[in-house]
């Protein structure tokens, strides 16, 4: 049994972890932490006004602590459910004591040093650790995973856009001249459990936000290898990414040849369903840890839709799918 | 035209008054006001992130001062849409400078000295004016609210379960020593445009609160002379509130009884619906200023049923209701 | 491995079946079927316009036959999630061809010649397996359950509120004069999956029905040997029921008598959560298979909230726990 | 007074129809009529089960008929709110007798012989009216509706398409060799009352449909005489449409120049709501009839945000502007 634990338990990304890790055969899950001042502290995840639905499933308490030095000792594997700032300070520490980190937040993600200072505000201290950090996009870095010490979990968006979008950068069939066109609309979970004015059930609305200013807009770039134009929306539901993408396929591109693109990176992948002659509803993945696949081409013009769980594949599915692969358990190991 | 202003304008009863005044004829809004500290303060109540559906209907901007001293010299009519406390604190000097406050906090909604330190733990301070207060059930108190200074508009709970009740009991219909059992549900907005967990899009679910504890349940007590069990609920939508009511008739009452008591009562009333062998559904009455009623008898059991929009029949559209009856206008001014 | 099959996997409470029969490692599910004139006839469960989270998870397709006689031979279990009359039509046959029958229809609930023709317009014709059905309120007939061929799984509303009320009776804590008065709030999902207008996205809204006169009032008041009033609701939401319960206790009885009540028919049930001096929201049943339980007691009033997944405890859940108890498996084998 | 009637009254936009017509100060509404085998005929449009939010304010009843000789002789105006091919049928029925015809669908929309057949599927009988009929884009076609008998009020998708481009194509700022991107996100009332598995409460989920065939794709591409990529979504929302809009504008073109295009064409429009550095929600125009306008230039790239409530500005309150416009009354008669 590997011992873990949950810095950040009690966002919605944390109690997801909490919930899978606890069902997992080869994971104790022996504590989780919330930030010194959380109001949460101290209560069980399953509290009636945390996550009740984890009743009887997982009781443990989330202890509030900035000190990690005890806990550190008998832990083999962090995962790191902090805002990007946090994940940033701590993950050296843990690191640095030999535990395996998966990080959920955007702190190690792009190994380039502008790209902090540019998109997150803020100087990244440990190069180090960039140079070592693997990007846990599942399907495409099995073997890089394999040998990490350091994953840093892709953002739900750019799983959304990467996973239909690279088996057709990988054969060549896009007109790169032409931006892929990514709008995307993400449940209100995906901006957290925090209080804010515009989370509140009676403000919600369709709406478009960060128009060309949001952080997954480069990370969906640099890790592509291609532009896009990325338009990022709330939609009126929990949870859940429904991404589509309008693209152009260099001339003589078929329907057969995405198709066979999609199945020859998939086919033999347990988390990404691939549709044919169809396309996914956001519906087909809530709850689940898959990734839905579907398009319609026609001339050179290239629909792709991509729906998942912002939580799941988009977060806490994907992150354990990177820990079952680093550690040689089955890839699909508690989530399905 | 008689000039008046909105104290509390940025919460969601506060916009609904600004819009039903800047529509009627006979009024003439002259100014918004918000808290010293509020973050609205400086908005149009149009901006983007607050009313943007007033955008181009009403465009004022939301001042923020702890100080009326200026602007009660030229207005005629004050709606207080601010909490108890504020409302307790601030009506007196508008009263005392002449004008006609409609208040729509519970700050003076029931003449007993007990009833505050008990049910909203404070000592009411303003005893003189709560002998003078008003309660503005508009059907029931029409010549009373003529008369008014200060108009203490009933919670939107205590509309929704005295509306259907008052005449039953007016008529000795109910058999009083089983207390009426009132189920209710409120939208979402009835908690405010406060950011809070709770009313978070993620975290609103169907749920009891307040059991046993609700302050609205002394209200509805005292102003219909009968004992109630009261048990509110938040339900998973914005506006509304749908209230179910058991009780018992005495013996020999009849469905006919009952039909002619709510027809005596309502007949006239252009902002009660009362529906024959059939009960209203919630969306009969969203965005509308009606209550609806319906009812089945089966024995000495009676089940009535009432629907209202929360902020309109249970808020800002009774308030108004009350403006049109003290000033002599037509009741349903700017409202239909 | 135990084969089983579905009859009326089209329906939510089919497709829930299905799922769980998958997962289940004891059960071999051998076949979905529909009925004849079924538009779904041939397309795998998990169609795009079917279920397609099932995808890749149970792919059967749905079989739409009138004639079992082939199929009965090889199975040893039957789960009929279909209308009354057909379970009560076909229950008969596999039950004479030696299956255990688990009927999710209302068919074989109530021992009692009247009861069908009063409450659901047909004359019962098969009085003998009337007899020998059980009534799969699991919790409470456990024994009996052991050795029946044919249990009658309760209904989503009879489920929520015979659970919380029953410890109480059997405890005789009620004062039973004074009938419960049971509100009832289910999701949309209760009304199944055939298109109607009442069922349309744009038509719900919270609102009574079926008031004096719905079915599960009857199968309450029977198996509780307690009348109740039961007003049941439909609310803006797609899974799950909210039940608040009103009801008078006998003199004397205090908060401890009601939680050692609970506690001593539920402490050891792994399926009913009770709170102690707190009471659960919708949420925390969503999608598991739970019904969980709070009360609060003020001087002989009483009120009890419990709440449930319409589909699962309310349905599937628990006529799959009745299955595990029948065949000696672990309560809670597939469902959690 | 001139006297309307309504064809096709007991869907969404026929009733929104009713209501403004009732409250339009020079209309008299005489007759609301449906379809010979409607199940609704004979019942009051504010019946229970139809429009309770109408009882009292418009209580005519569904008269069911297909012979409309009657009816024509007495009335000036017919609002054909009914499908393509029943509209196509009875217009030049009206036409011929004098009256001025609104039809809200797709029938006369696009002047061309082989529109029809190709994407509506039948052969277009009434080439003469199609010649004359005037599309109804309010803010564009002014002077056409102005002197027209038949209006082609246009579609949902379409008006929330056009209005944000057409200002761009009409100064010449777009680059038109890169088509305009279109993904628009429709609520559950676009696809109308009628009872179908797709907009069950329980089956409403984010999702694309009719990828590179829906028939509005070349009513816009026709009307703003600029080929576009059109790609439509059902959202979990009951009204209002958003659209987003991906668009390459000329070299040098500037955030200003747009701004000028936008407000050159609107600023004397009253339905019409032009964003400065912002962009609209969908909620600012629910129950509402303006189309809200926002953009953000980045380079060359150019996203533009409309929305609308697709009843009102995209159905039913369009119509009513035409009418108000081809009638000599305010612009807004009825409508705010």
Redesign the interface.
């Known amino acids: 049994m590997l011992k873990a634990i949950i810095v950040g338990a009690s966002g919605?990304a944390g109690a997801k972890l909490a919930y899978y890790l606890t069902k997992h055969p080869n994971i104790e899950l022996v504590a989780l932490t919330v930030s010194e001042n959380s109001l949460d502290a101290g209560k069980l995840i399953s509290d009636?006004?945390l996550y009740?639905?984890l009743?009887?499933?997982v009781d443990l308490p989330l202890i509030a602590t900035a000190d990690y030095s005890s806990l550190v000792k008998d832990i083999d594997i962090v995962f790191l459910a902090t805002e990007h700032s946090v994940s940033h300070d701590i993950a050296p520490f843990f690191l640095e004591n030999g535990c395996t980190v998966f990080d959920l937040s955007g702190a190690f993600r792009v190994n380039s040093p502008s790209f902090y200072t540019q998109f997150y505000g803020f100087e990244h201290q440990h190069q180090q650790w960039l140079d070592k950090a693997v990007y846990g996009l599942a399907e495409w870095n099995f073997d890089a995973i394999k040998n990490a010490q350091l994953i840093a979990v892709p953002g739900c968006y750019p799983t959304a856009s990467q996973l239909p979008l690279k088996p057709l950068i990988e054969e060549d069939l896009l007109d790169k001249r032409?931006w892929p066109?990514i709008?995307a609309?993400s449940?209100?979970?995906g901006a957290g459990?925090k209080?804010?004015?515009n989370?509140?059930?009676?403000?919600?609305?369709?709406?478009?936000y960060g128009?060309?200013t949001h952080r997954h807009q480069p990370e969906i770039a640099t890790h592509l290898g291609q532009e896009v134009?990325f338009?990022p929306?709330l939609?009126?539901?929990?949870?859940?990414i429904?991404a589509?993408i309008?693209c152009q396929v260099k001339e003589g591109v078929s329907e057969e040849d995405i198709l066979t693109a999609l199945n020859k990176y998939y086919d033999d992948k347990?988390l990404v369903?691939v549709?044919q002659k169809?396309?996914?509803?956001?519906?087909?993945?809530?709850?689940?840890p898959?990734c839905?696949i579907g398009f319609?081409l026609?001339g050179q013009?290239l629909?792709l839709?991509s729906v998942e769980d912002n939580l799941l594949k988009g977060a806490a599915a994907q992150a354990v799918q990177c820990m079952n692969i680093r550690f040689g358990f089955d890839e699909i190991t508690a989530l399905?």
């Open positions: 919605y009636r006004f009740p639905q009743k009887g499933v032409q066109v709008n609309v449940g209100v979970s459990r209080p804010s004015t989370n509140l059930f009676c403000e919600v609305s369709l709406h478009a128009i060309f134009i338009t929306h939609g009126c539901f929990k949870d859940g429904h589509t309008t347990p369903r549709y169809q396309w996914p509803a956001l519906k087909s993945v809530i709850g689940l898959y839905d319609v026609k013009h629909i839709i399905l």
